[in-house]
């Protein structure tokens, strides 16, 4: 696409964004798409669907654009605001401290997994240096255990798949409507997801959302490192 192209594109968003005819931006946005960053384009899309009342359809593109590091502060706050409006409990804020220290690992990036990672790294190094501990095999022990946050999201938790309820999203306890209902996840709602069969996708976390879903009604949080 030329770049006068791109420019009346643009322009045109910006138009649609200013009338408040937000389905049409949203709609010019994906033809726009490959104008764009991973991480703006989720920005746009989340922001126009909070704007349009769409909530949890906000929040799943602005937990996307998150993954990808955009504007983290402006994500931070419409996030904020899509949350707010959903009220909707996040995953681990039961008064339980297991459920908020899984929680807190499961939201926490690469990049935070690989900082504490080198922080560790650099405290073993100081201890070799510093002769703190003069047992070869202890100071070994200590180096691989330095290495365990990283290596822990890099093969475990990046695998991990989220998820976030675009609807209410209907609970079966098998992969299909001729099961019994037992529940229900409500809009904006993130999930952890596992197996999948048949196009329906099992809730494995929170606990007390644990069953099957229809593949239709969740928006996945595909990681960009996968």
Not at 33 to 39: A, I, L, N, R, T
Not at 53 to 58: E, I, K, L, P, T
Not at 127 to 145: A, E, G, Q, T
Not at 185 to 196: A, F, I, N, Y
């Amino acid at each position: 696409m030329s770049k006068n192209n791109i420019n009346s594109n643009l322009k045109s968003l910006e138009s649609l964004y200013l009338k408040g005819d937000y389905s049409s931006a949203i709609e010019l946005q994906k033809k726009l798409g490959e104008d764009f960053s991973p991480g703006h384009l989720y920005y746009n899309l989340g922001t126009l669907n909070l704007k349009k009342g769409d909530m949890a359809a906000g929040r799943y593109y602005l937990e996307l654009s998150k993954k990808y590091n955009f504007n983290t502060s402006m994500v931070a706050h419409n996030l904020g605001v899509a949350k707010k409006s959903l009220e909707v409990a996040e995953i681990g804020t039961e008064d339980n401290y297991l459920n908020k220290l899984v929680n807190f690992g499961l939201e926490a990036s690469g990049a935070n997994y690989l900082t504490l990672t080198l922080l560790l790294t650099l405290v073993s190094m100081l201890i070799w240096r510093m002769r703190f501990v003069k047992k070869k095999i202890v100071i070994l022990i200590i180096f691989l255990i330095s290495l365990f946050p990283y290596s822990f999201y890099q093969f475990y938790l990046s695998n991990i798949k989220f998820a976030i309820s675009l609807n209410v999203s209907e609970i079966y306890e098998g992969p299909s409507e001729i099961f019994e209902k037992i529940g229900s996840v409500r809009p904006g709602e993130k999930v952890l997801v596992g197996e999948e069969s048949n196009g329906w996708l099992y809730i494995s976390y929170p606990k007390s959302l644990t069953g099957w879903v229809n593949k239709t009604k969740l928006g996945i949080l595909v990681d960009p490192i996968n």
